[in-house]
C-alpha cells in the first residue's frame, strides 16, 4: 500500500468511525424511547427522506439516481428492511444477551468467507484478528445466557440471519459505493427500507410523541450516519468496515452512560480495545 493510499484508508476508518458514534447515539436514543422497537421503521424513513432532500438541494437529482440503477437501491432496501425485520423477530424470541452477539457477527462471516474463497490466507495473524473479533462481540454483548428452549434457538437463528443481511449489505455498499452519489444513495437505501419495513409500524402505532422521536433520531443521526458510512466504503474493504461496525455497540454504551445513569461498562472498555486491537494488525497486514 503506498503512503497517499495509507492515508486514505485512515481518512475512512476516522470517517467510518464518525458513522459508528451516530449509529451508537441513535441505538442510545431508540433503546430510550417507549415503542420505539416496532417503530424503527420510521426511523429510516426520517434518515432518508432528510437526506433525499439534502441530495437534491445539492444537485444529485435523487429521483435519476434511482432510475439508473433500481435494482441495486431495492436489493440494498430489501436487506436493510430484512436485517431490521429478523433482529427485532430474534430479540422477541431469544435471550438478549445471545441475540445481540450473534447479530453482530457479520465481520466473522466475512472473514470466514473470505478465507473459504481464496482471498485470503488462512495464517497465524488471520486467525488471531479472528478471535479478537470474536471476543470483542461476546464482551460487548455484556455476557451470555443459556439458550434453553426452542423459542430461544429461534431467536438465535434469525438474529444470525439478520448477520447475513449485514454482511451482504457491507459488501454491496463496499463494491458500489465510489461508483455513486453518497447522500441520494444512502436516502434511497433508507427510504426503500423503511417502505418494506411499514408493516413493523401498522402492527403496533406508535403515539404522536414517539413518532416525534423517531424523526428526529432519523434525520439527526441514522441519516448522517448511513452518510458517513458509504463515504468510508469508497476506500475500505467489506471486513475492515464490518470489524469498525462493532463500535456501534461501544459508542452506544458511551452515549447511554453519558446521557443516563447507565454506567460505563468494562465490557465496552474491553470490546473497544479489541477492536482497535484488531483494526491495528489489520493494518499493519495490508501494509505488508
Known amino acids: 500500500m503506498t503512503v497517499a493510499g495509507s492515508s486514505v484508508a485512515r481518512s475512512s476508518i476516522w470517517i467510518m468511525l464518525g458513522a459508528t458514534l451516530l449509529w451508537g447515539a441513535s441505538s442510545a436514543a431508540l433503546a430510550a424511547v417507549d415503542g420505539a422497537l416496532t417503530s424503527s421503521a420510521l426511523v429510516a424513513a426520517a434518515g ?3 437526506l433525499l432532500m439534502i441530495a437534491g438541494l445539492r444537485g444529485q ?5 434511482f432510475t439508473e440503477t433500481p435494482w441495486l437501491y431495492v436489493q440494498l432496501g430489501a436487506l436493510e428492511a430484512a436485517n431490521l425485520l429478523l433482529f427485532v423477530a430474534a430479540l422477541k424470541c431469544g435471550p438478549l444477551p445471545v441475540v445481540v ?3 453482530l457477527t457479520a465481520p466473522l462471516l466475512l ?3 473470505a478465507v473459504l474463497r481464496g482471498r485470503r490466507p488462512m495464517t497465524v495473524p488471520v486467525g488471531v484478528e479472528f478471535v479478537l473479533v470474536a471476543v470483542a462481540i461476546a464482551v460487548a454483548a455484556g455476557g451470555s445466557a443459556d439458550i434453553g428452549t426452542g423459542r430461544a434457538v429461534l431467536g438465535c437463528v434469525l438474529a444470525v440471519g439478520s448477520a447475513v443481511c449485514v454482511a451482504l449489505l457491507v459488501s454491496l455498499i463496499a463494491r458500489e459505493s465510489a461508483q455513486r452519489p453518497t447522500i441520494a444513495s444512502a436516502g434511497w437505501q433508507l427510504a426503500v427500507a423503511s417502505a418494506l419495513g411499514a408493516g413493523l409500524v401498522a402492527s403496533d402505532p406508535p403515539t404522536v410523541s414517539v413518532v416525534w422521536a423517531m424523526v428526529l433520531i432519523g434525520a439527526l443521526l441514522l441519516g448522517p450516519g448511513f452518510v458517513l458510512y458509504w463515504l468510508g466504503l469508497r476506500h475500505l474493504d467489506a471486513t475492515t468496515a464490518s470489524i469498525l461496525g462493532l463500535n456501534e455497540a ?3 454504551a458511551v452515549v447511554s452512560a453519558l446521557f443516563t445513569d447507565t454506567p460505563i461498562t468494562a465490557g465496552a472498555v474491553i470490546a473497544g480495545a ?5 483494526l491495528l494488525l489489520r493494518e499493519g497486514l495490508s501494509a505488508r
Not at 479489541?274 to 484488531?278: D, G, M, R
Open 111 to 113: 472473514l470466514g468467507f
Open 101 to 103: 452477539p450473534l447479530h
Open 274 to 278: 479489541l477492536v482497535l486491537s484488531a
Open 48 to 50: 432518508g427522506v432528510t
Open 61 to 65: 437529482r435523487p429521483l435519476r439516481v
Open 250 to 252: 461501544v459508542f452506544a
